[in-house]
């Protein structure tokens, strides 16, 4: 798990409303390639808000974000070129259902990137043996559990080859019996190298994967540290109450 110097993601003096809502305020975050981030914060913290910024699911009104020092703007050709870079993994799997879990696989590559049918199912069939669930290729997403339709929406993404997977509290609508085998798959992707933000509470993975853990409360990022620090020494009463709750 190497860190470079490289610069992934940097966010300058970003804001966002929504209408007359000051949703993010003043975001400052720079990403080193191979960067594992855990991003928590009670509920309307503006966690979501700001990962889907990156991307542009939604979109900043004040500040600057680059990606791979691409500039996010309104220009659709950079918009086109960031979203080449990122992947994105939802809470709910986003699968479309009446697709079988291949075809759900090589869409995007083969109408987006024009990628030969052949060449796309072989990549795919790579990537749902990498999240150990190959077996399932012919199905529809309704036969299977939450744990592997996630796993599903994992190997969807790396389809895509992005440099840097975005997670929004990927295992919160999970049976908690399914949550471990889905963190497992992003242990495995944190190792191989990826860069990763993830938005999740799940602490004992914070631990294990992130070597920075952010706190956003209100709009704002509070605190950010290295985990033990941030875990074994948190400095705003904010991210003290915040951790008192979950842990
Ligand atoms: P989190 O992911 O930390 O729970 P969100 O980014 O989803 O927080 O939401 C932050 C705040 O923005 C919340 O108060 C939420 O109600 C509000 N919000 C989220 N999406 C929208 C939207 N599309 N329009 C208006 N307000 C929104
Ligand atoms: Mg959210």
Request: aromatic share 6%.
């Amino acid at each position: 798990m190497n860190i470079t110097d490289e610069v992934a993601i940097h966010i300058n003096a970003m804001h966002k409303w929504y209408g007359e809502f000051h949703v993010l305020k003043d975001i400052n975050l720079t990403v080193h390639r191979g960067e594992r981030i855990v991003i928590c914060g009670p509920s309307g913290s503006g966690k979501s808000t700001m990962i889907r910024c990156i991307n542009r699911l939604e979109e900043h009104q004040q500040g600057d974000i680059f990606v791979d020092g691409i500039e996010l703007t309104n220009d659709l050709k950079n918009i086109d070129a960031i979203r080449r870079e990122v992947g994105m993994v939802f809470q709910h799997f986003n699968l479309f259902p009446h697709l079988t879990v291949l075809e759900n696989c090589v869409l995007a590559p083969i109408w987006v990137r024009k990628t030969p049918r052949k060449e796309a199912e072989e990549a795919a069939m790579h990537f749902l043996e990498r999240v150990k669930i190959p077996e399932q290729a012919m199905k529809y997403p309704g036969q299977l559990s939450g744990g592997q339709q996630q796993r599903v929406a994992i190997a969807r993404s790396l389809c895509m080859n992005p440099a840097i997977m975005l997670f929004d509290e990927p295992t919160s609508a999970l049976d908690p019996e399914m949550i471990s085998e889905v963190l497992d798959t992003m242990i495995d992707l944190a190792e191989s190298g990826m860069t990763m933000l993830c938005v999740t509470h799940e602490m004992g993975f914070a631990r294990k994967v992130a070597n920075r853990v952010i706190f956003m409360d209100g709009g704002q990022i509070i605190e950010q540290n290295e985990p033990e620090e941030f875990f074994n020494n948190p400095q705003s009463e904010r991210t003290k109450l915040f951790l008192s709750q979950i842990l």
